[in-house]
């Protein structure tokens, strides 16, 4: 994410079933009794997000939308496992539900507050059995409050018949019913069904388009592991642009709120994607996705998002660094993703870095002359851990750039050689997964051959501004 003002707290088919076989229960089959999963994903920060008892490997969502009047009736089918023996479970849905059925066969479920929607299948799931979920519903989503209730904190973005259905760390629940933790991964289909004549455009592949009477069906289809929050479609009427660049399909869209001459400009500046994503593979190893590209939204919005393979931007005027920033998160953030919320600095600080490192690499101010001016501007907050700074203070100012300050210093405590292996070795290491802070400080100090507690402590696990010392990357 990356934000269009210095200091914002973020206020966030058709079906394929090819490879799903509809599971089955063999008859006699001994039932255990089951227990209900958890309502929380186990996040410190946002507890209602997320639940427990299995895990989600597809989601096919089929919705149909209207954009100019924001209503959206649709049906998630999502392919899971569980992971303990199940008498009930939860997803998280924001919408109304309508009908609810497991395994094909129709279950009972309830609202137990806005956020939540408790299921209760016909015959109790065991640990390890795979199942399917399918959850039909219908709302206008931008008319439903975000659940985090933290001032400016915005999601789901809908004006002058456009929407952009995007968030962090919610989004899913307003249009499809979801996992909503960032460890639980899954491939997808999604389908949007909207008014002919208008466009649909979500993460990955566009597979197909069809239109059937008054409604044009769009297609996507993302193969690669990806949670919740960087899913996304955006409706309305935009000009799109395809191709191949490095081997690589892309999809830019542009909407038709903006002029001629603006929706030029924002076209020009949308082929950038393509030379700044081979000098970030260059970098940090191959592109993690089959696709890539960009939709520039009509509408004024407070940031822009790096949404799994095509990031959305608000409209801007030159936007390089925010484009660097959101296409180095395809890799630092969506293919290498944080695994709980207080640690968003694993994601902003690393492509908040990879914005200095191309700077300098294109005859801007170095990083170490960044890290340098920065520690002695004593202009950022200090007074909280990079891992812990409350739930306020995760997209602070202060943690995008702190975090960026403590990957220069660790370039210099550990030397640039050894840098840039940990940077490759990262991402190539948890490929489609989850990372913590430990993971970061256990992988520098074995390239490295270092002990590195102390200067893991001093930047990241404690507060307060580290010691100018060669020991924290200083000297």
Request: proline share 5%; net charge negative.
């Amino acid at each position: 994410m990356r934000r269009t003002t210095s200091l914002v707290v973020v206020a966030a088919l058709t079906l394929l079933g090819a490879g799903f076989a509809e599971p089955t229960v063999a008859s006699g089959t001994a039932r255990r009794a089951g227990t209900v999963g958890s309502p929380s994903g186990g996040d410190p920060y946002f507890p209602a997000d997320g639940n427990g008892g299995y895990q989600v490997m597809h989601y096919a969502i089929q919705d149909t939308y209207h954009p100019a009047t924001d209503a959206l009736r649709g049906m998630t089918r999502l392919h899971a496992q569980a992971t303990q023996d199940l008498s009930a479970f939860y997803v998280d849905l924001v919408l109304k539900a309508d009908q609810v059925l497991v395994n094909g066969v129709v279950a009972d479920f309830s609202k137990p507050n806005r956020h939540s929607l408790r299921i209760t299948p016909a015959h109790t799931l065991t640990s390890g059995q795979s199942f399917t979920v399918q959850v039909a519903y219908h709302g206008r989503p931008s008319s439903i409050r975000t659940t985090v209730d933290l001032p400016g904190w915005d999601l789901y973005f809908h004006h002058r018949g456009e929407t952009i259905a995007e968030g962090e760390p919610q989004n899913g629940p307003w249009w499809f019913a979801a996992n909503e933790i960032p460890t639980d991964k899954a491939t997808y289909d999604i389908t949007v069904r909207v008014p002919d004549g208008q466009e649909a455009v979500s993460n990955g592949q566009l597979v197909s388009t069809s239109t059937a009477g008054p409604l044009t069906t769009w297609h996507w289809q993302m193969p690669e592991p990806m949670t919740t929050y960087l899913a996304f479609f955006a409706a309305g009427d935009f000009a799109m642009r395809s191709g191949t660049a490095d081997g690589h399909p892309y999809v830019y869209a542009v909407s038709r709120l903006l002029n001629a001459h603006a929706r030029a400009a924002q076209f020009r500046r949308l082929q950038r994607t393509a030379p700044i994503v081979k000098w970030e593979s260059q970098q940090f190893g191959d592109y993690p996705f089959t696709s890539m590209g960009g939709v520039v939204a009509g509408f004024s919005l407070p940031y822009a998002l790096e949404t799994q393979s095509r990031p959305v931007y608000d409209s801007f005027t030159d936007g390089r660094t925010f484009m660097v920033h959101e296409l180095a998160h395809q890799w630092f953030g969506d293919d290498v993703t944080l695994s709980q919320w207080p640690e968003t600095w694993l994601n902003e600080g690393f492509a908040t870095y990879v914005e200095w490192l191309y700077r300098e690499d294109h005859g801007g101010a170095t990083t170490d002359h960044r890290l340098r001016s920065l520690y002695d501007s004593g202009r950022f907050n200090w007074s909280y851990p990079l891992t812990e700074p409350g739930v306020a203070h995760i997209w602070d100012t202060s943690v995008y750039q702190r975090g960026a300050m403590a990957l220069a210093a660790l370039r210099n405590r550990i030397g640039q050689a050894d840098f840039a292996t940990v940077l490759r070795q990262w991402v190539s290491d948890h490929a489609g997964g989850n990372v913590t802070s430990q993971d970061l400080r256990d992988l520098a100090e074995s390239v490295s051959g270092q002990d590195l507690d102390g200067f893991f402590d001093a930047w990241v696990t404690n507060s307060g501004r580290p010691a100018d010392t060669a020991a924290n990357g200083l000297g």
